[in-house]
């Protein structure tokens, strides 16, 4: 194996693991909620903070960070367009572990959707491109100033600047269009910053410092910015519409126009064949559908339990969450949504802004 697949099946595998650990940590934030909201008698739903002194919800946060840690650094190994659809498997473990840790039902159609994920995620790794080799981040600066991704990036500051002074205020809470719009847009420059940085990182600890290049820190401080901005945006979406109907919107738009940049910058399929192309794009598709399938699902659930205008309330949001992480965590919730209201809580702070990536 040569050395440019070591580092595809690195990337692969660190993004696997970082799926799982992303997973398995809101199901144990989750039960940290609840242990601390049937201690204080104050849930996090309604203001309590009662969890911040619970230690399974710290361990939860501390799962979430190792696997955002282990995503950062996935990037730095293989393409975008092989660690950004990965992200997806995140929902399975969630679904399967609060199937038989929290007793949250995963019925036939999510089963569907899970299988679905796999099926597109398998397609996708086998004809995923190889990452191309990088030796320096001047390298990197090159593919970042050529006149493709230049125009990419011109068009997406136009397209943010639109939405923010024009749309934003006239059409921002009524249309959830807007919000995720421009969260998805910033969110396409962070990971190609986020690409761009780690792999900086990763060529500095094999020796090559690359710290010394002030093209090294602009990509620093355009991760800064767009993080910030993807940050208030997501919070905005969150706090005007229901986290169902932001959840897979953002989803489909941040990692469409992810691959969208990463195959205009870094030109993923230039050395790739039409099949591999129209197969890789075809498990895309397969994975987005299990991830819309599974929110659909509990979408279902919940709306048939809702009672009077409690749907109302939480349509009408009510909660942004403080961090959200730099990929899209979807989540597949809990049929006790009536009576708890930090599971909303939950499902919006899984939402990322990708996955860095």
Known sequence: MDVIAKENLTGVLLALVSSGFIGASF??????????????????????????????????????????????????????????????????????????????????????????????????????????????????????????????????????????????????????????????????????????????????????????????????FVVAICVITQMNYLNKALDTFNTAIVSPIYYVMFTSLTILASVIMFKDWADQNAGNVISEICGFIVVLSGTILLHTTKDFERSSSFKGGYASSINSGGYAPLSPTLATRLYNGSSEFTTHDEEDAMLADQISLQRQG
């Open 27 to 220: 199901i144990i934030k989750k039960k940290g909620l609840k242990k601390a909201g049937a201690t204080s008698g104050v849930r996090a739903g309604v203001g309590g903070y009662s969890y911040l002194s619970e230690p399974l919800w710290w361990f939860g946060m501390i799962t979430m960070i190792v696997g955002e840690v282990a995503n950062f650094v996935a990037y730095a190994f293989a393409p975008a367009v092989l660690v950004t659809p990965l992200g997806a498997l995140s929902i399975i473990v969630s679904a399967i572990l609060a199937h038989f840790l929290l007793n949250e039902k995963l019925h036939a159609q999510g089963v569907v959707g899970c299988v679905m994920c796999i099926a597109g995620s398998v397609v996708v790794v086998i004809h995923a491109p190889e990452e191309h080799p990088i030796n320096s981040v001047l390298q990197l600066w090159n593919m970042a100033t050529q006149p493709g991704f230049l125009f990419y990036v011109a068009s997406v500051i136009v397209l943010v600047f639109i939405l923010v002074f024009l749309y934003a205020p006239q059409y921002g809470n009524s249309n959830v269009l807007v919000f995720t719009g421009i969260c998805s847009l910033m969110g396409s420059l962070s990971v190609m910053s986020v690409k761009a940085l780690g792999t900086a990182l990763k060529l500095t600890f094999e020796g090559k410092n690359q710290l010394l290049y002030s093209e090294t820190w602009f990509f620093t």
